[in-house]
C-alpha cells in the first residue's frame, strides 16, 4: 500500500502562485511516477503533470505548460506542483497519484494505482 498526502491548496487571485505538495509513504519502491490531476465542479478529472521518480522526467497537459511546473524531491519521497498565472479556469480539486507502469503520456488516470485525498485550489477573477 502506498499513502498520498497532498497540501498546499487554497484561494488566490487570478494572476497568483500556489504551491502543492504530494508526501508518499509506504511502498513506494514499485511507483515510478507521480502525478497530478484535477476535477473541477461538474467535469470530469483531467491529467494536469506527471514526473518519473528516476529521470525526473516530466508531462504536462497542454492547458499548464508554460504556467505550472512538477518537481521531485526523491529523498523526501515528494512532488511539487508550482502553478503560476493561475486562472479561475484552474479551480479545482488538485489530486496526487502514484503509478508503477511505464508510459508514454502518462495522461491516462487508469495508469495510477493510488491516489491521495485531493487539496482544493480556488482562483478567484
Known amino acids: 500500500q502506498v499513502q498520498l498526502v497532498e497540501s498546499g491548496g487554497g484561494l488566490v487571485q487570478a494572476g497568483g502562485s500556489l504551491r502543492l505538495s504530494c508526501v508518499a509513504s509506504g511502498r513506494t519502491f514499485y511507483e515510478i511516477a507521480m502525478g497530478w490531476f484535477r476535477q473541477a465542479p461538474g467535469k470530469e478529472r483531467e491529467f494536469v503533470a506527471t514526473?518519473?521518480?528516476?529521470?525526473?522526467?516530466?508531462y504536462y497537459a497542454d492547458s499548464v505548460k508554460g504556467r505550472f511546473a512538477i518537481s521531485r524531491d526523491n529523498a523526501k519521497n515528494t512532488v511539487y506542483l508550482q502553478m503560476n498565472s493561475l486562472k479561475p479556469e484552474d479551480t479545482a480539486v488538485y489530486y496526487c497519484?502514484?503509478?508503477?507502469?511505464?508510459?508514454?503520456?502518462?495522461?491516462?488516470?487508469?495508469?495510477?494505482?493510488?491516489w491521495g485525498q485531493g487539496t482544493q485550489v480556488t482562483v478567484s477573477s
Open positions: 514526473i518519473t521518480w528516476s529521470s525526473g522526467r516530466t
Open positions: 497519484a502514484a503509478s508503477k507502469y511505464y508510459s508514454d503520456s502518462y495522461q491516462g488516470d487508469g495508469l495510477y494505482d493510488y
